[in-house]
């Protein structure tokens, strides 16, 4: 399966249950999320990734700057973790 693949199913799973998945062009924020879901009133930045495929160093570091200031961040890596992380 392709990281395509698992973006795709966040998409879908995310309009079917109401809410918008929009793709996130960072300006010089280099390893920030790929993905924006807001659902059922919050705001989940996400990082989908090919099954078994783990965040990059520099994007860990993004994520935990993010986490920092109250941000939520998912990396994704599995229609199951999609699920998981939309319920």
């Given at each position: 399966?392709?990281?395509?693949?698992?973006?795709?199913?966040?998409?879908?799973?995310?309009?079917?249950?109401?809410?918008?998945?929009r793709?996130?062009?960072?300006?010089?924020?280099?390893?920030?999320?790929d993905?924006?879901v807001?659902l059922?009133?919050?705001?989940?930045?996400?990082?989908p990734?090919?099954?078994?495929?783990?965040?990059k160093?520099?994007?860990?570091r993004?994520?935990?700057?993010?986490?920092?200031?109250?941000?939520?961040?998912?990396?994704v890596?599995?229609?199951?973790?999609?699920d998981?992380?939309?319920a």
């Amino acid at each position: 399966m392709r990281e395509s693949t698992i973006e795709n199913y966040l998409v879908e799973r995310t309009k079917a249950a109401g809410g918008e998945c929009r793709k996130l062009k960072w300006i010089g924020r280099h390893g920030a999320p790929d993905r924006l879901v807001m659902l059922n009133g919050k705001a989940i930045f996400i990082e989908p990734k090919a099954p078994g495929e783990k965040a990059k160093p520099h994007q860990v570091r993004e994520h935990e700057r993010m986490r920092r200031m109250g941000q939520r961040v998912e990396v994704v890596d599995s229609c199951e973790r999609v699920d998981e992380v939309l319920a």
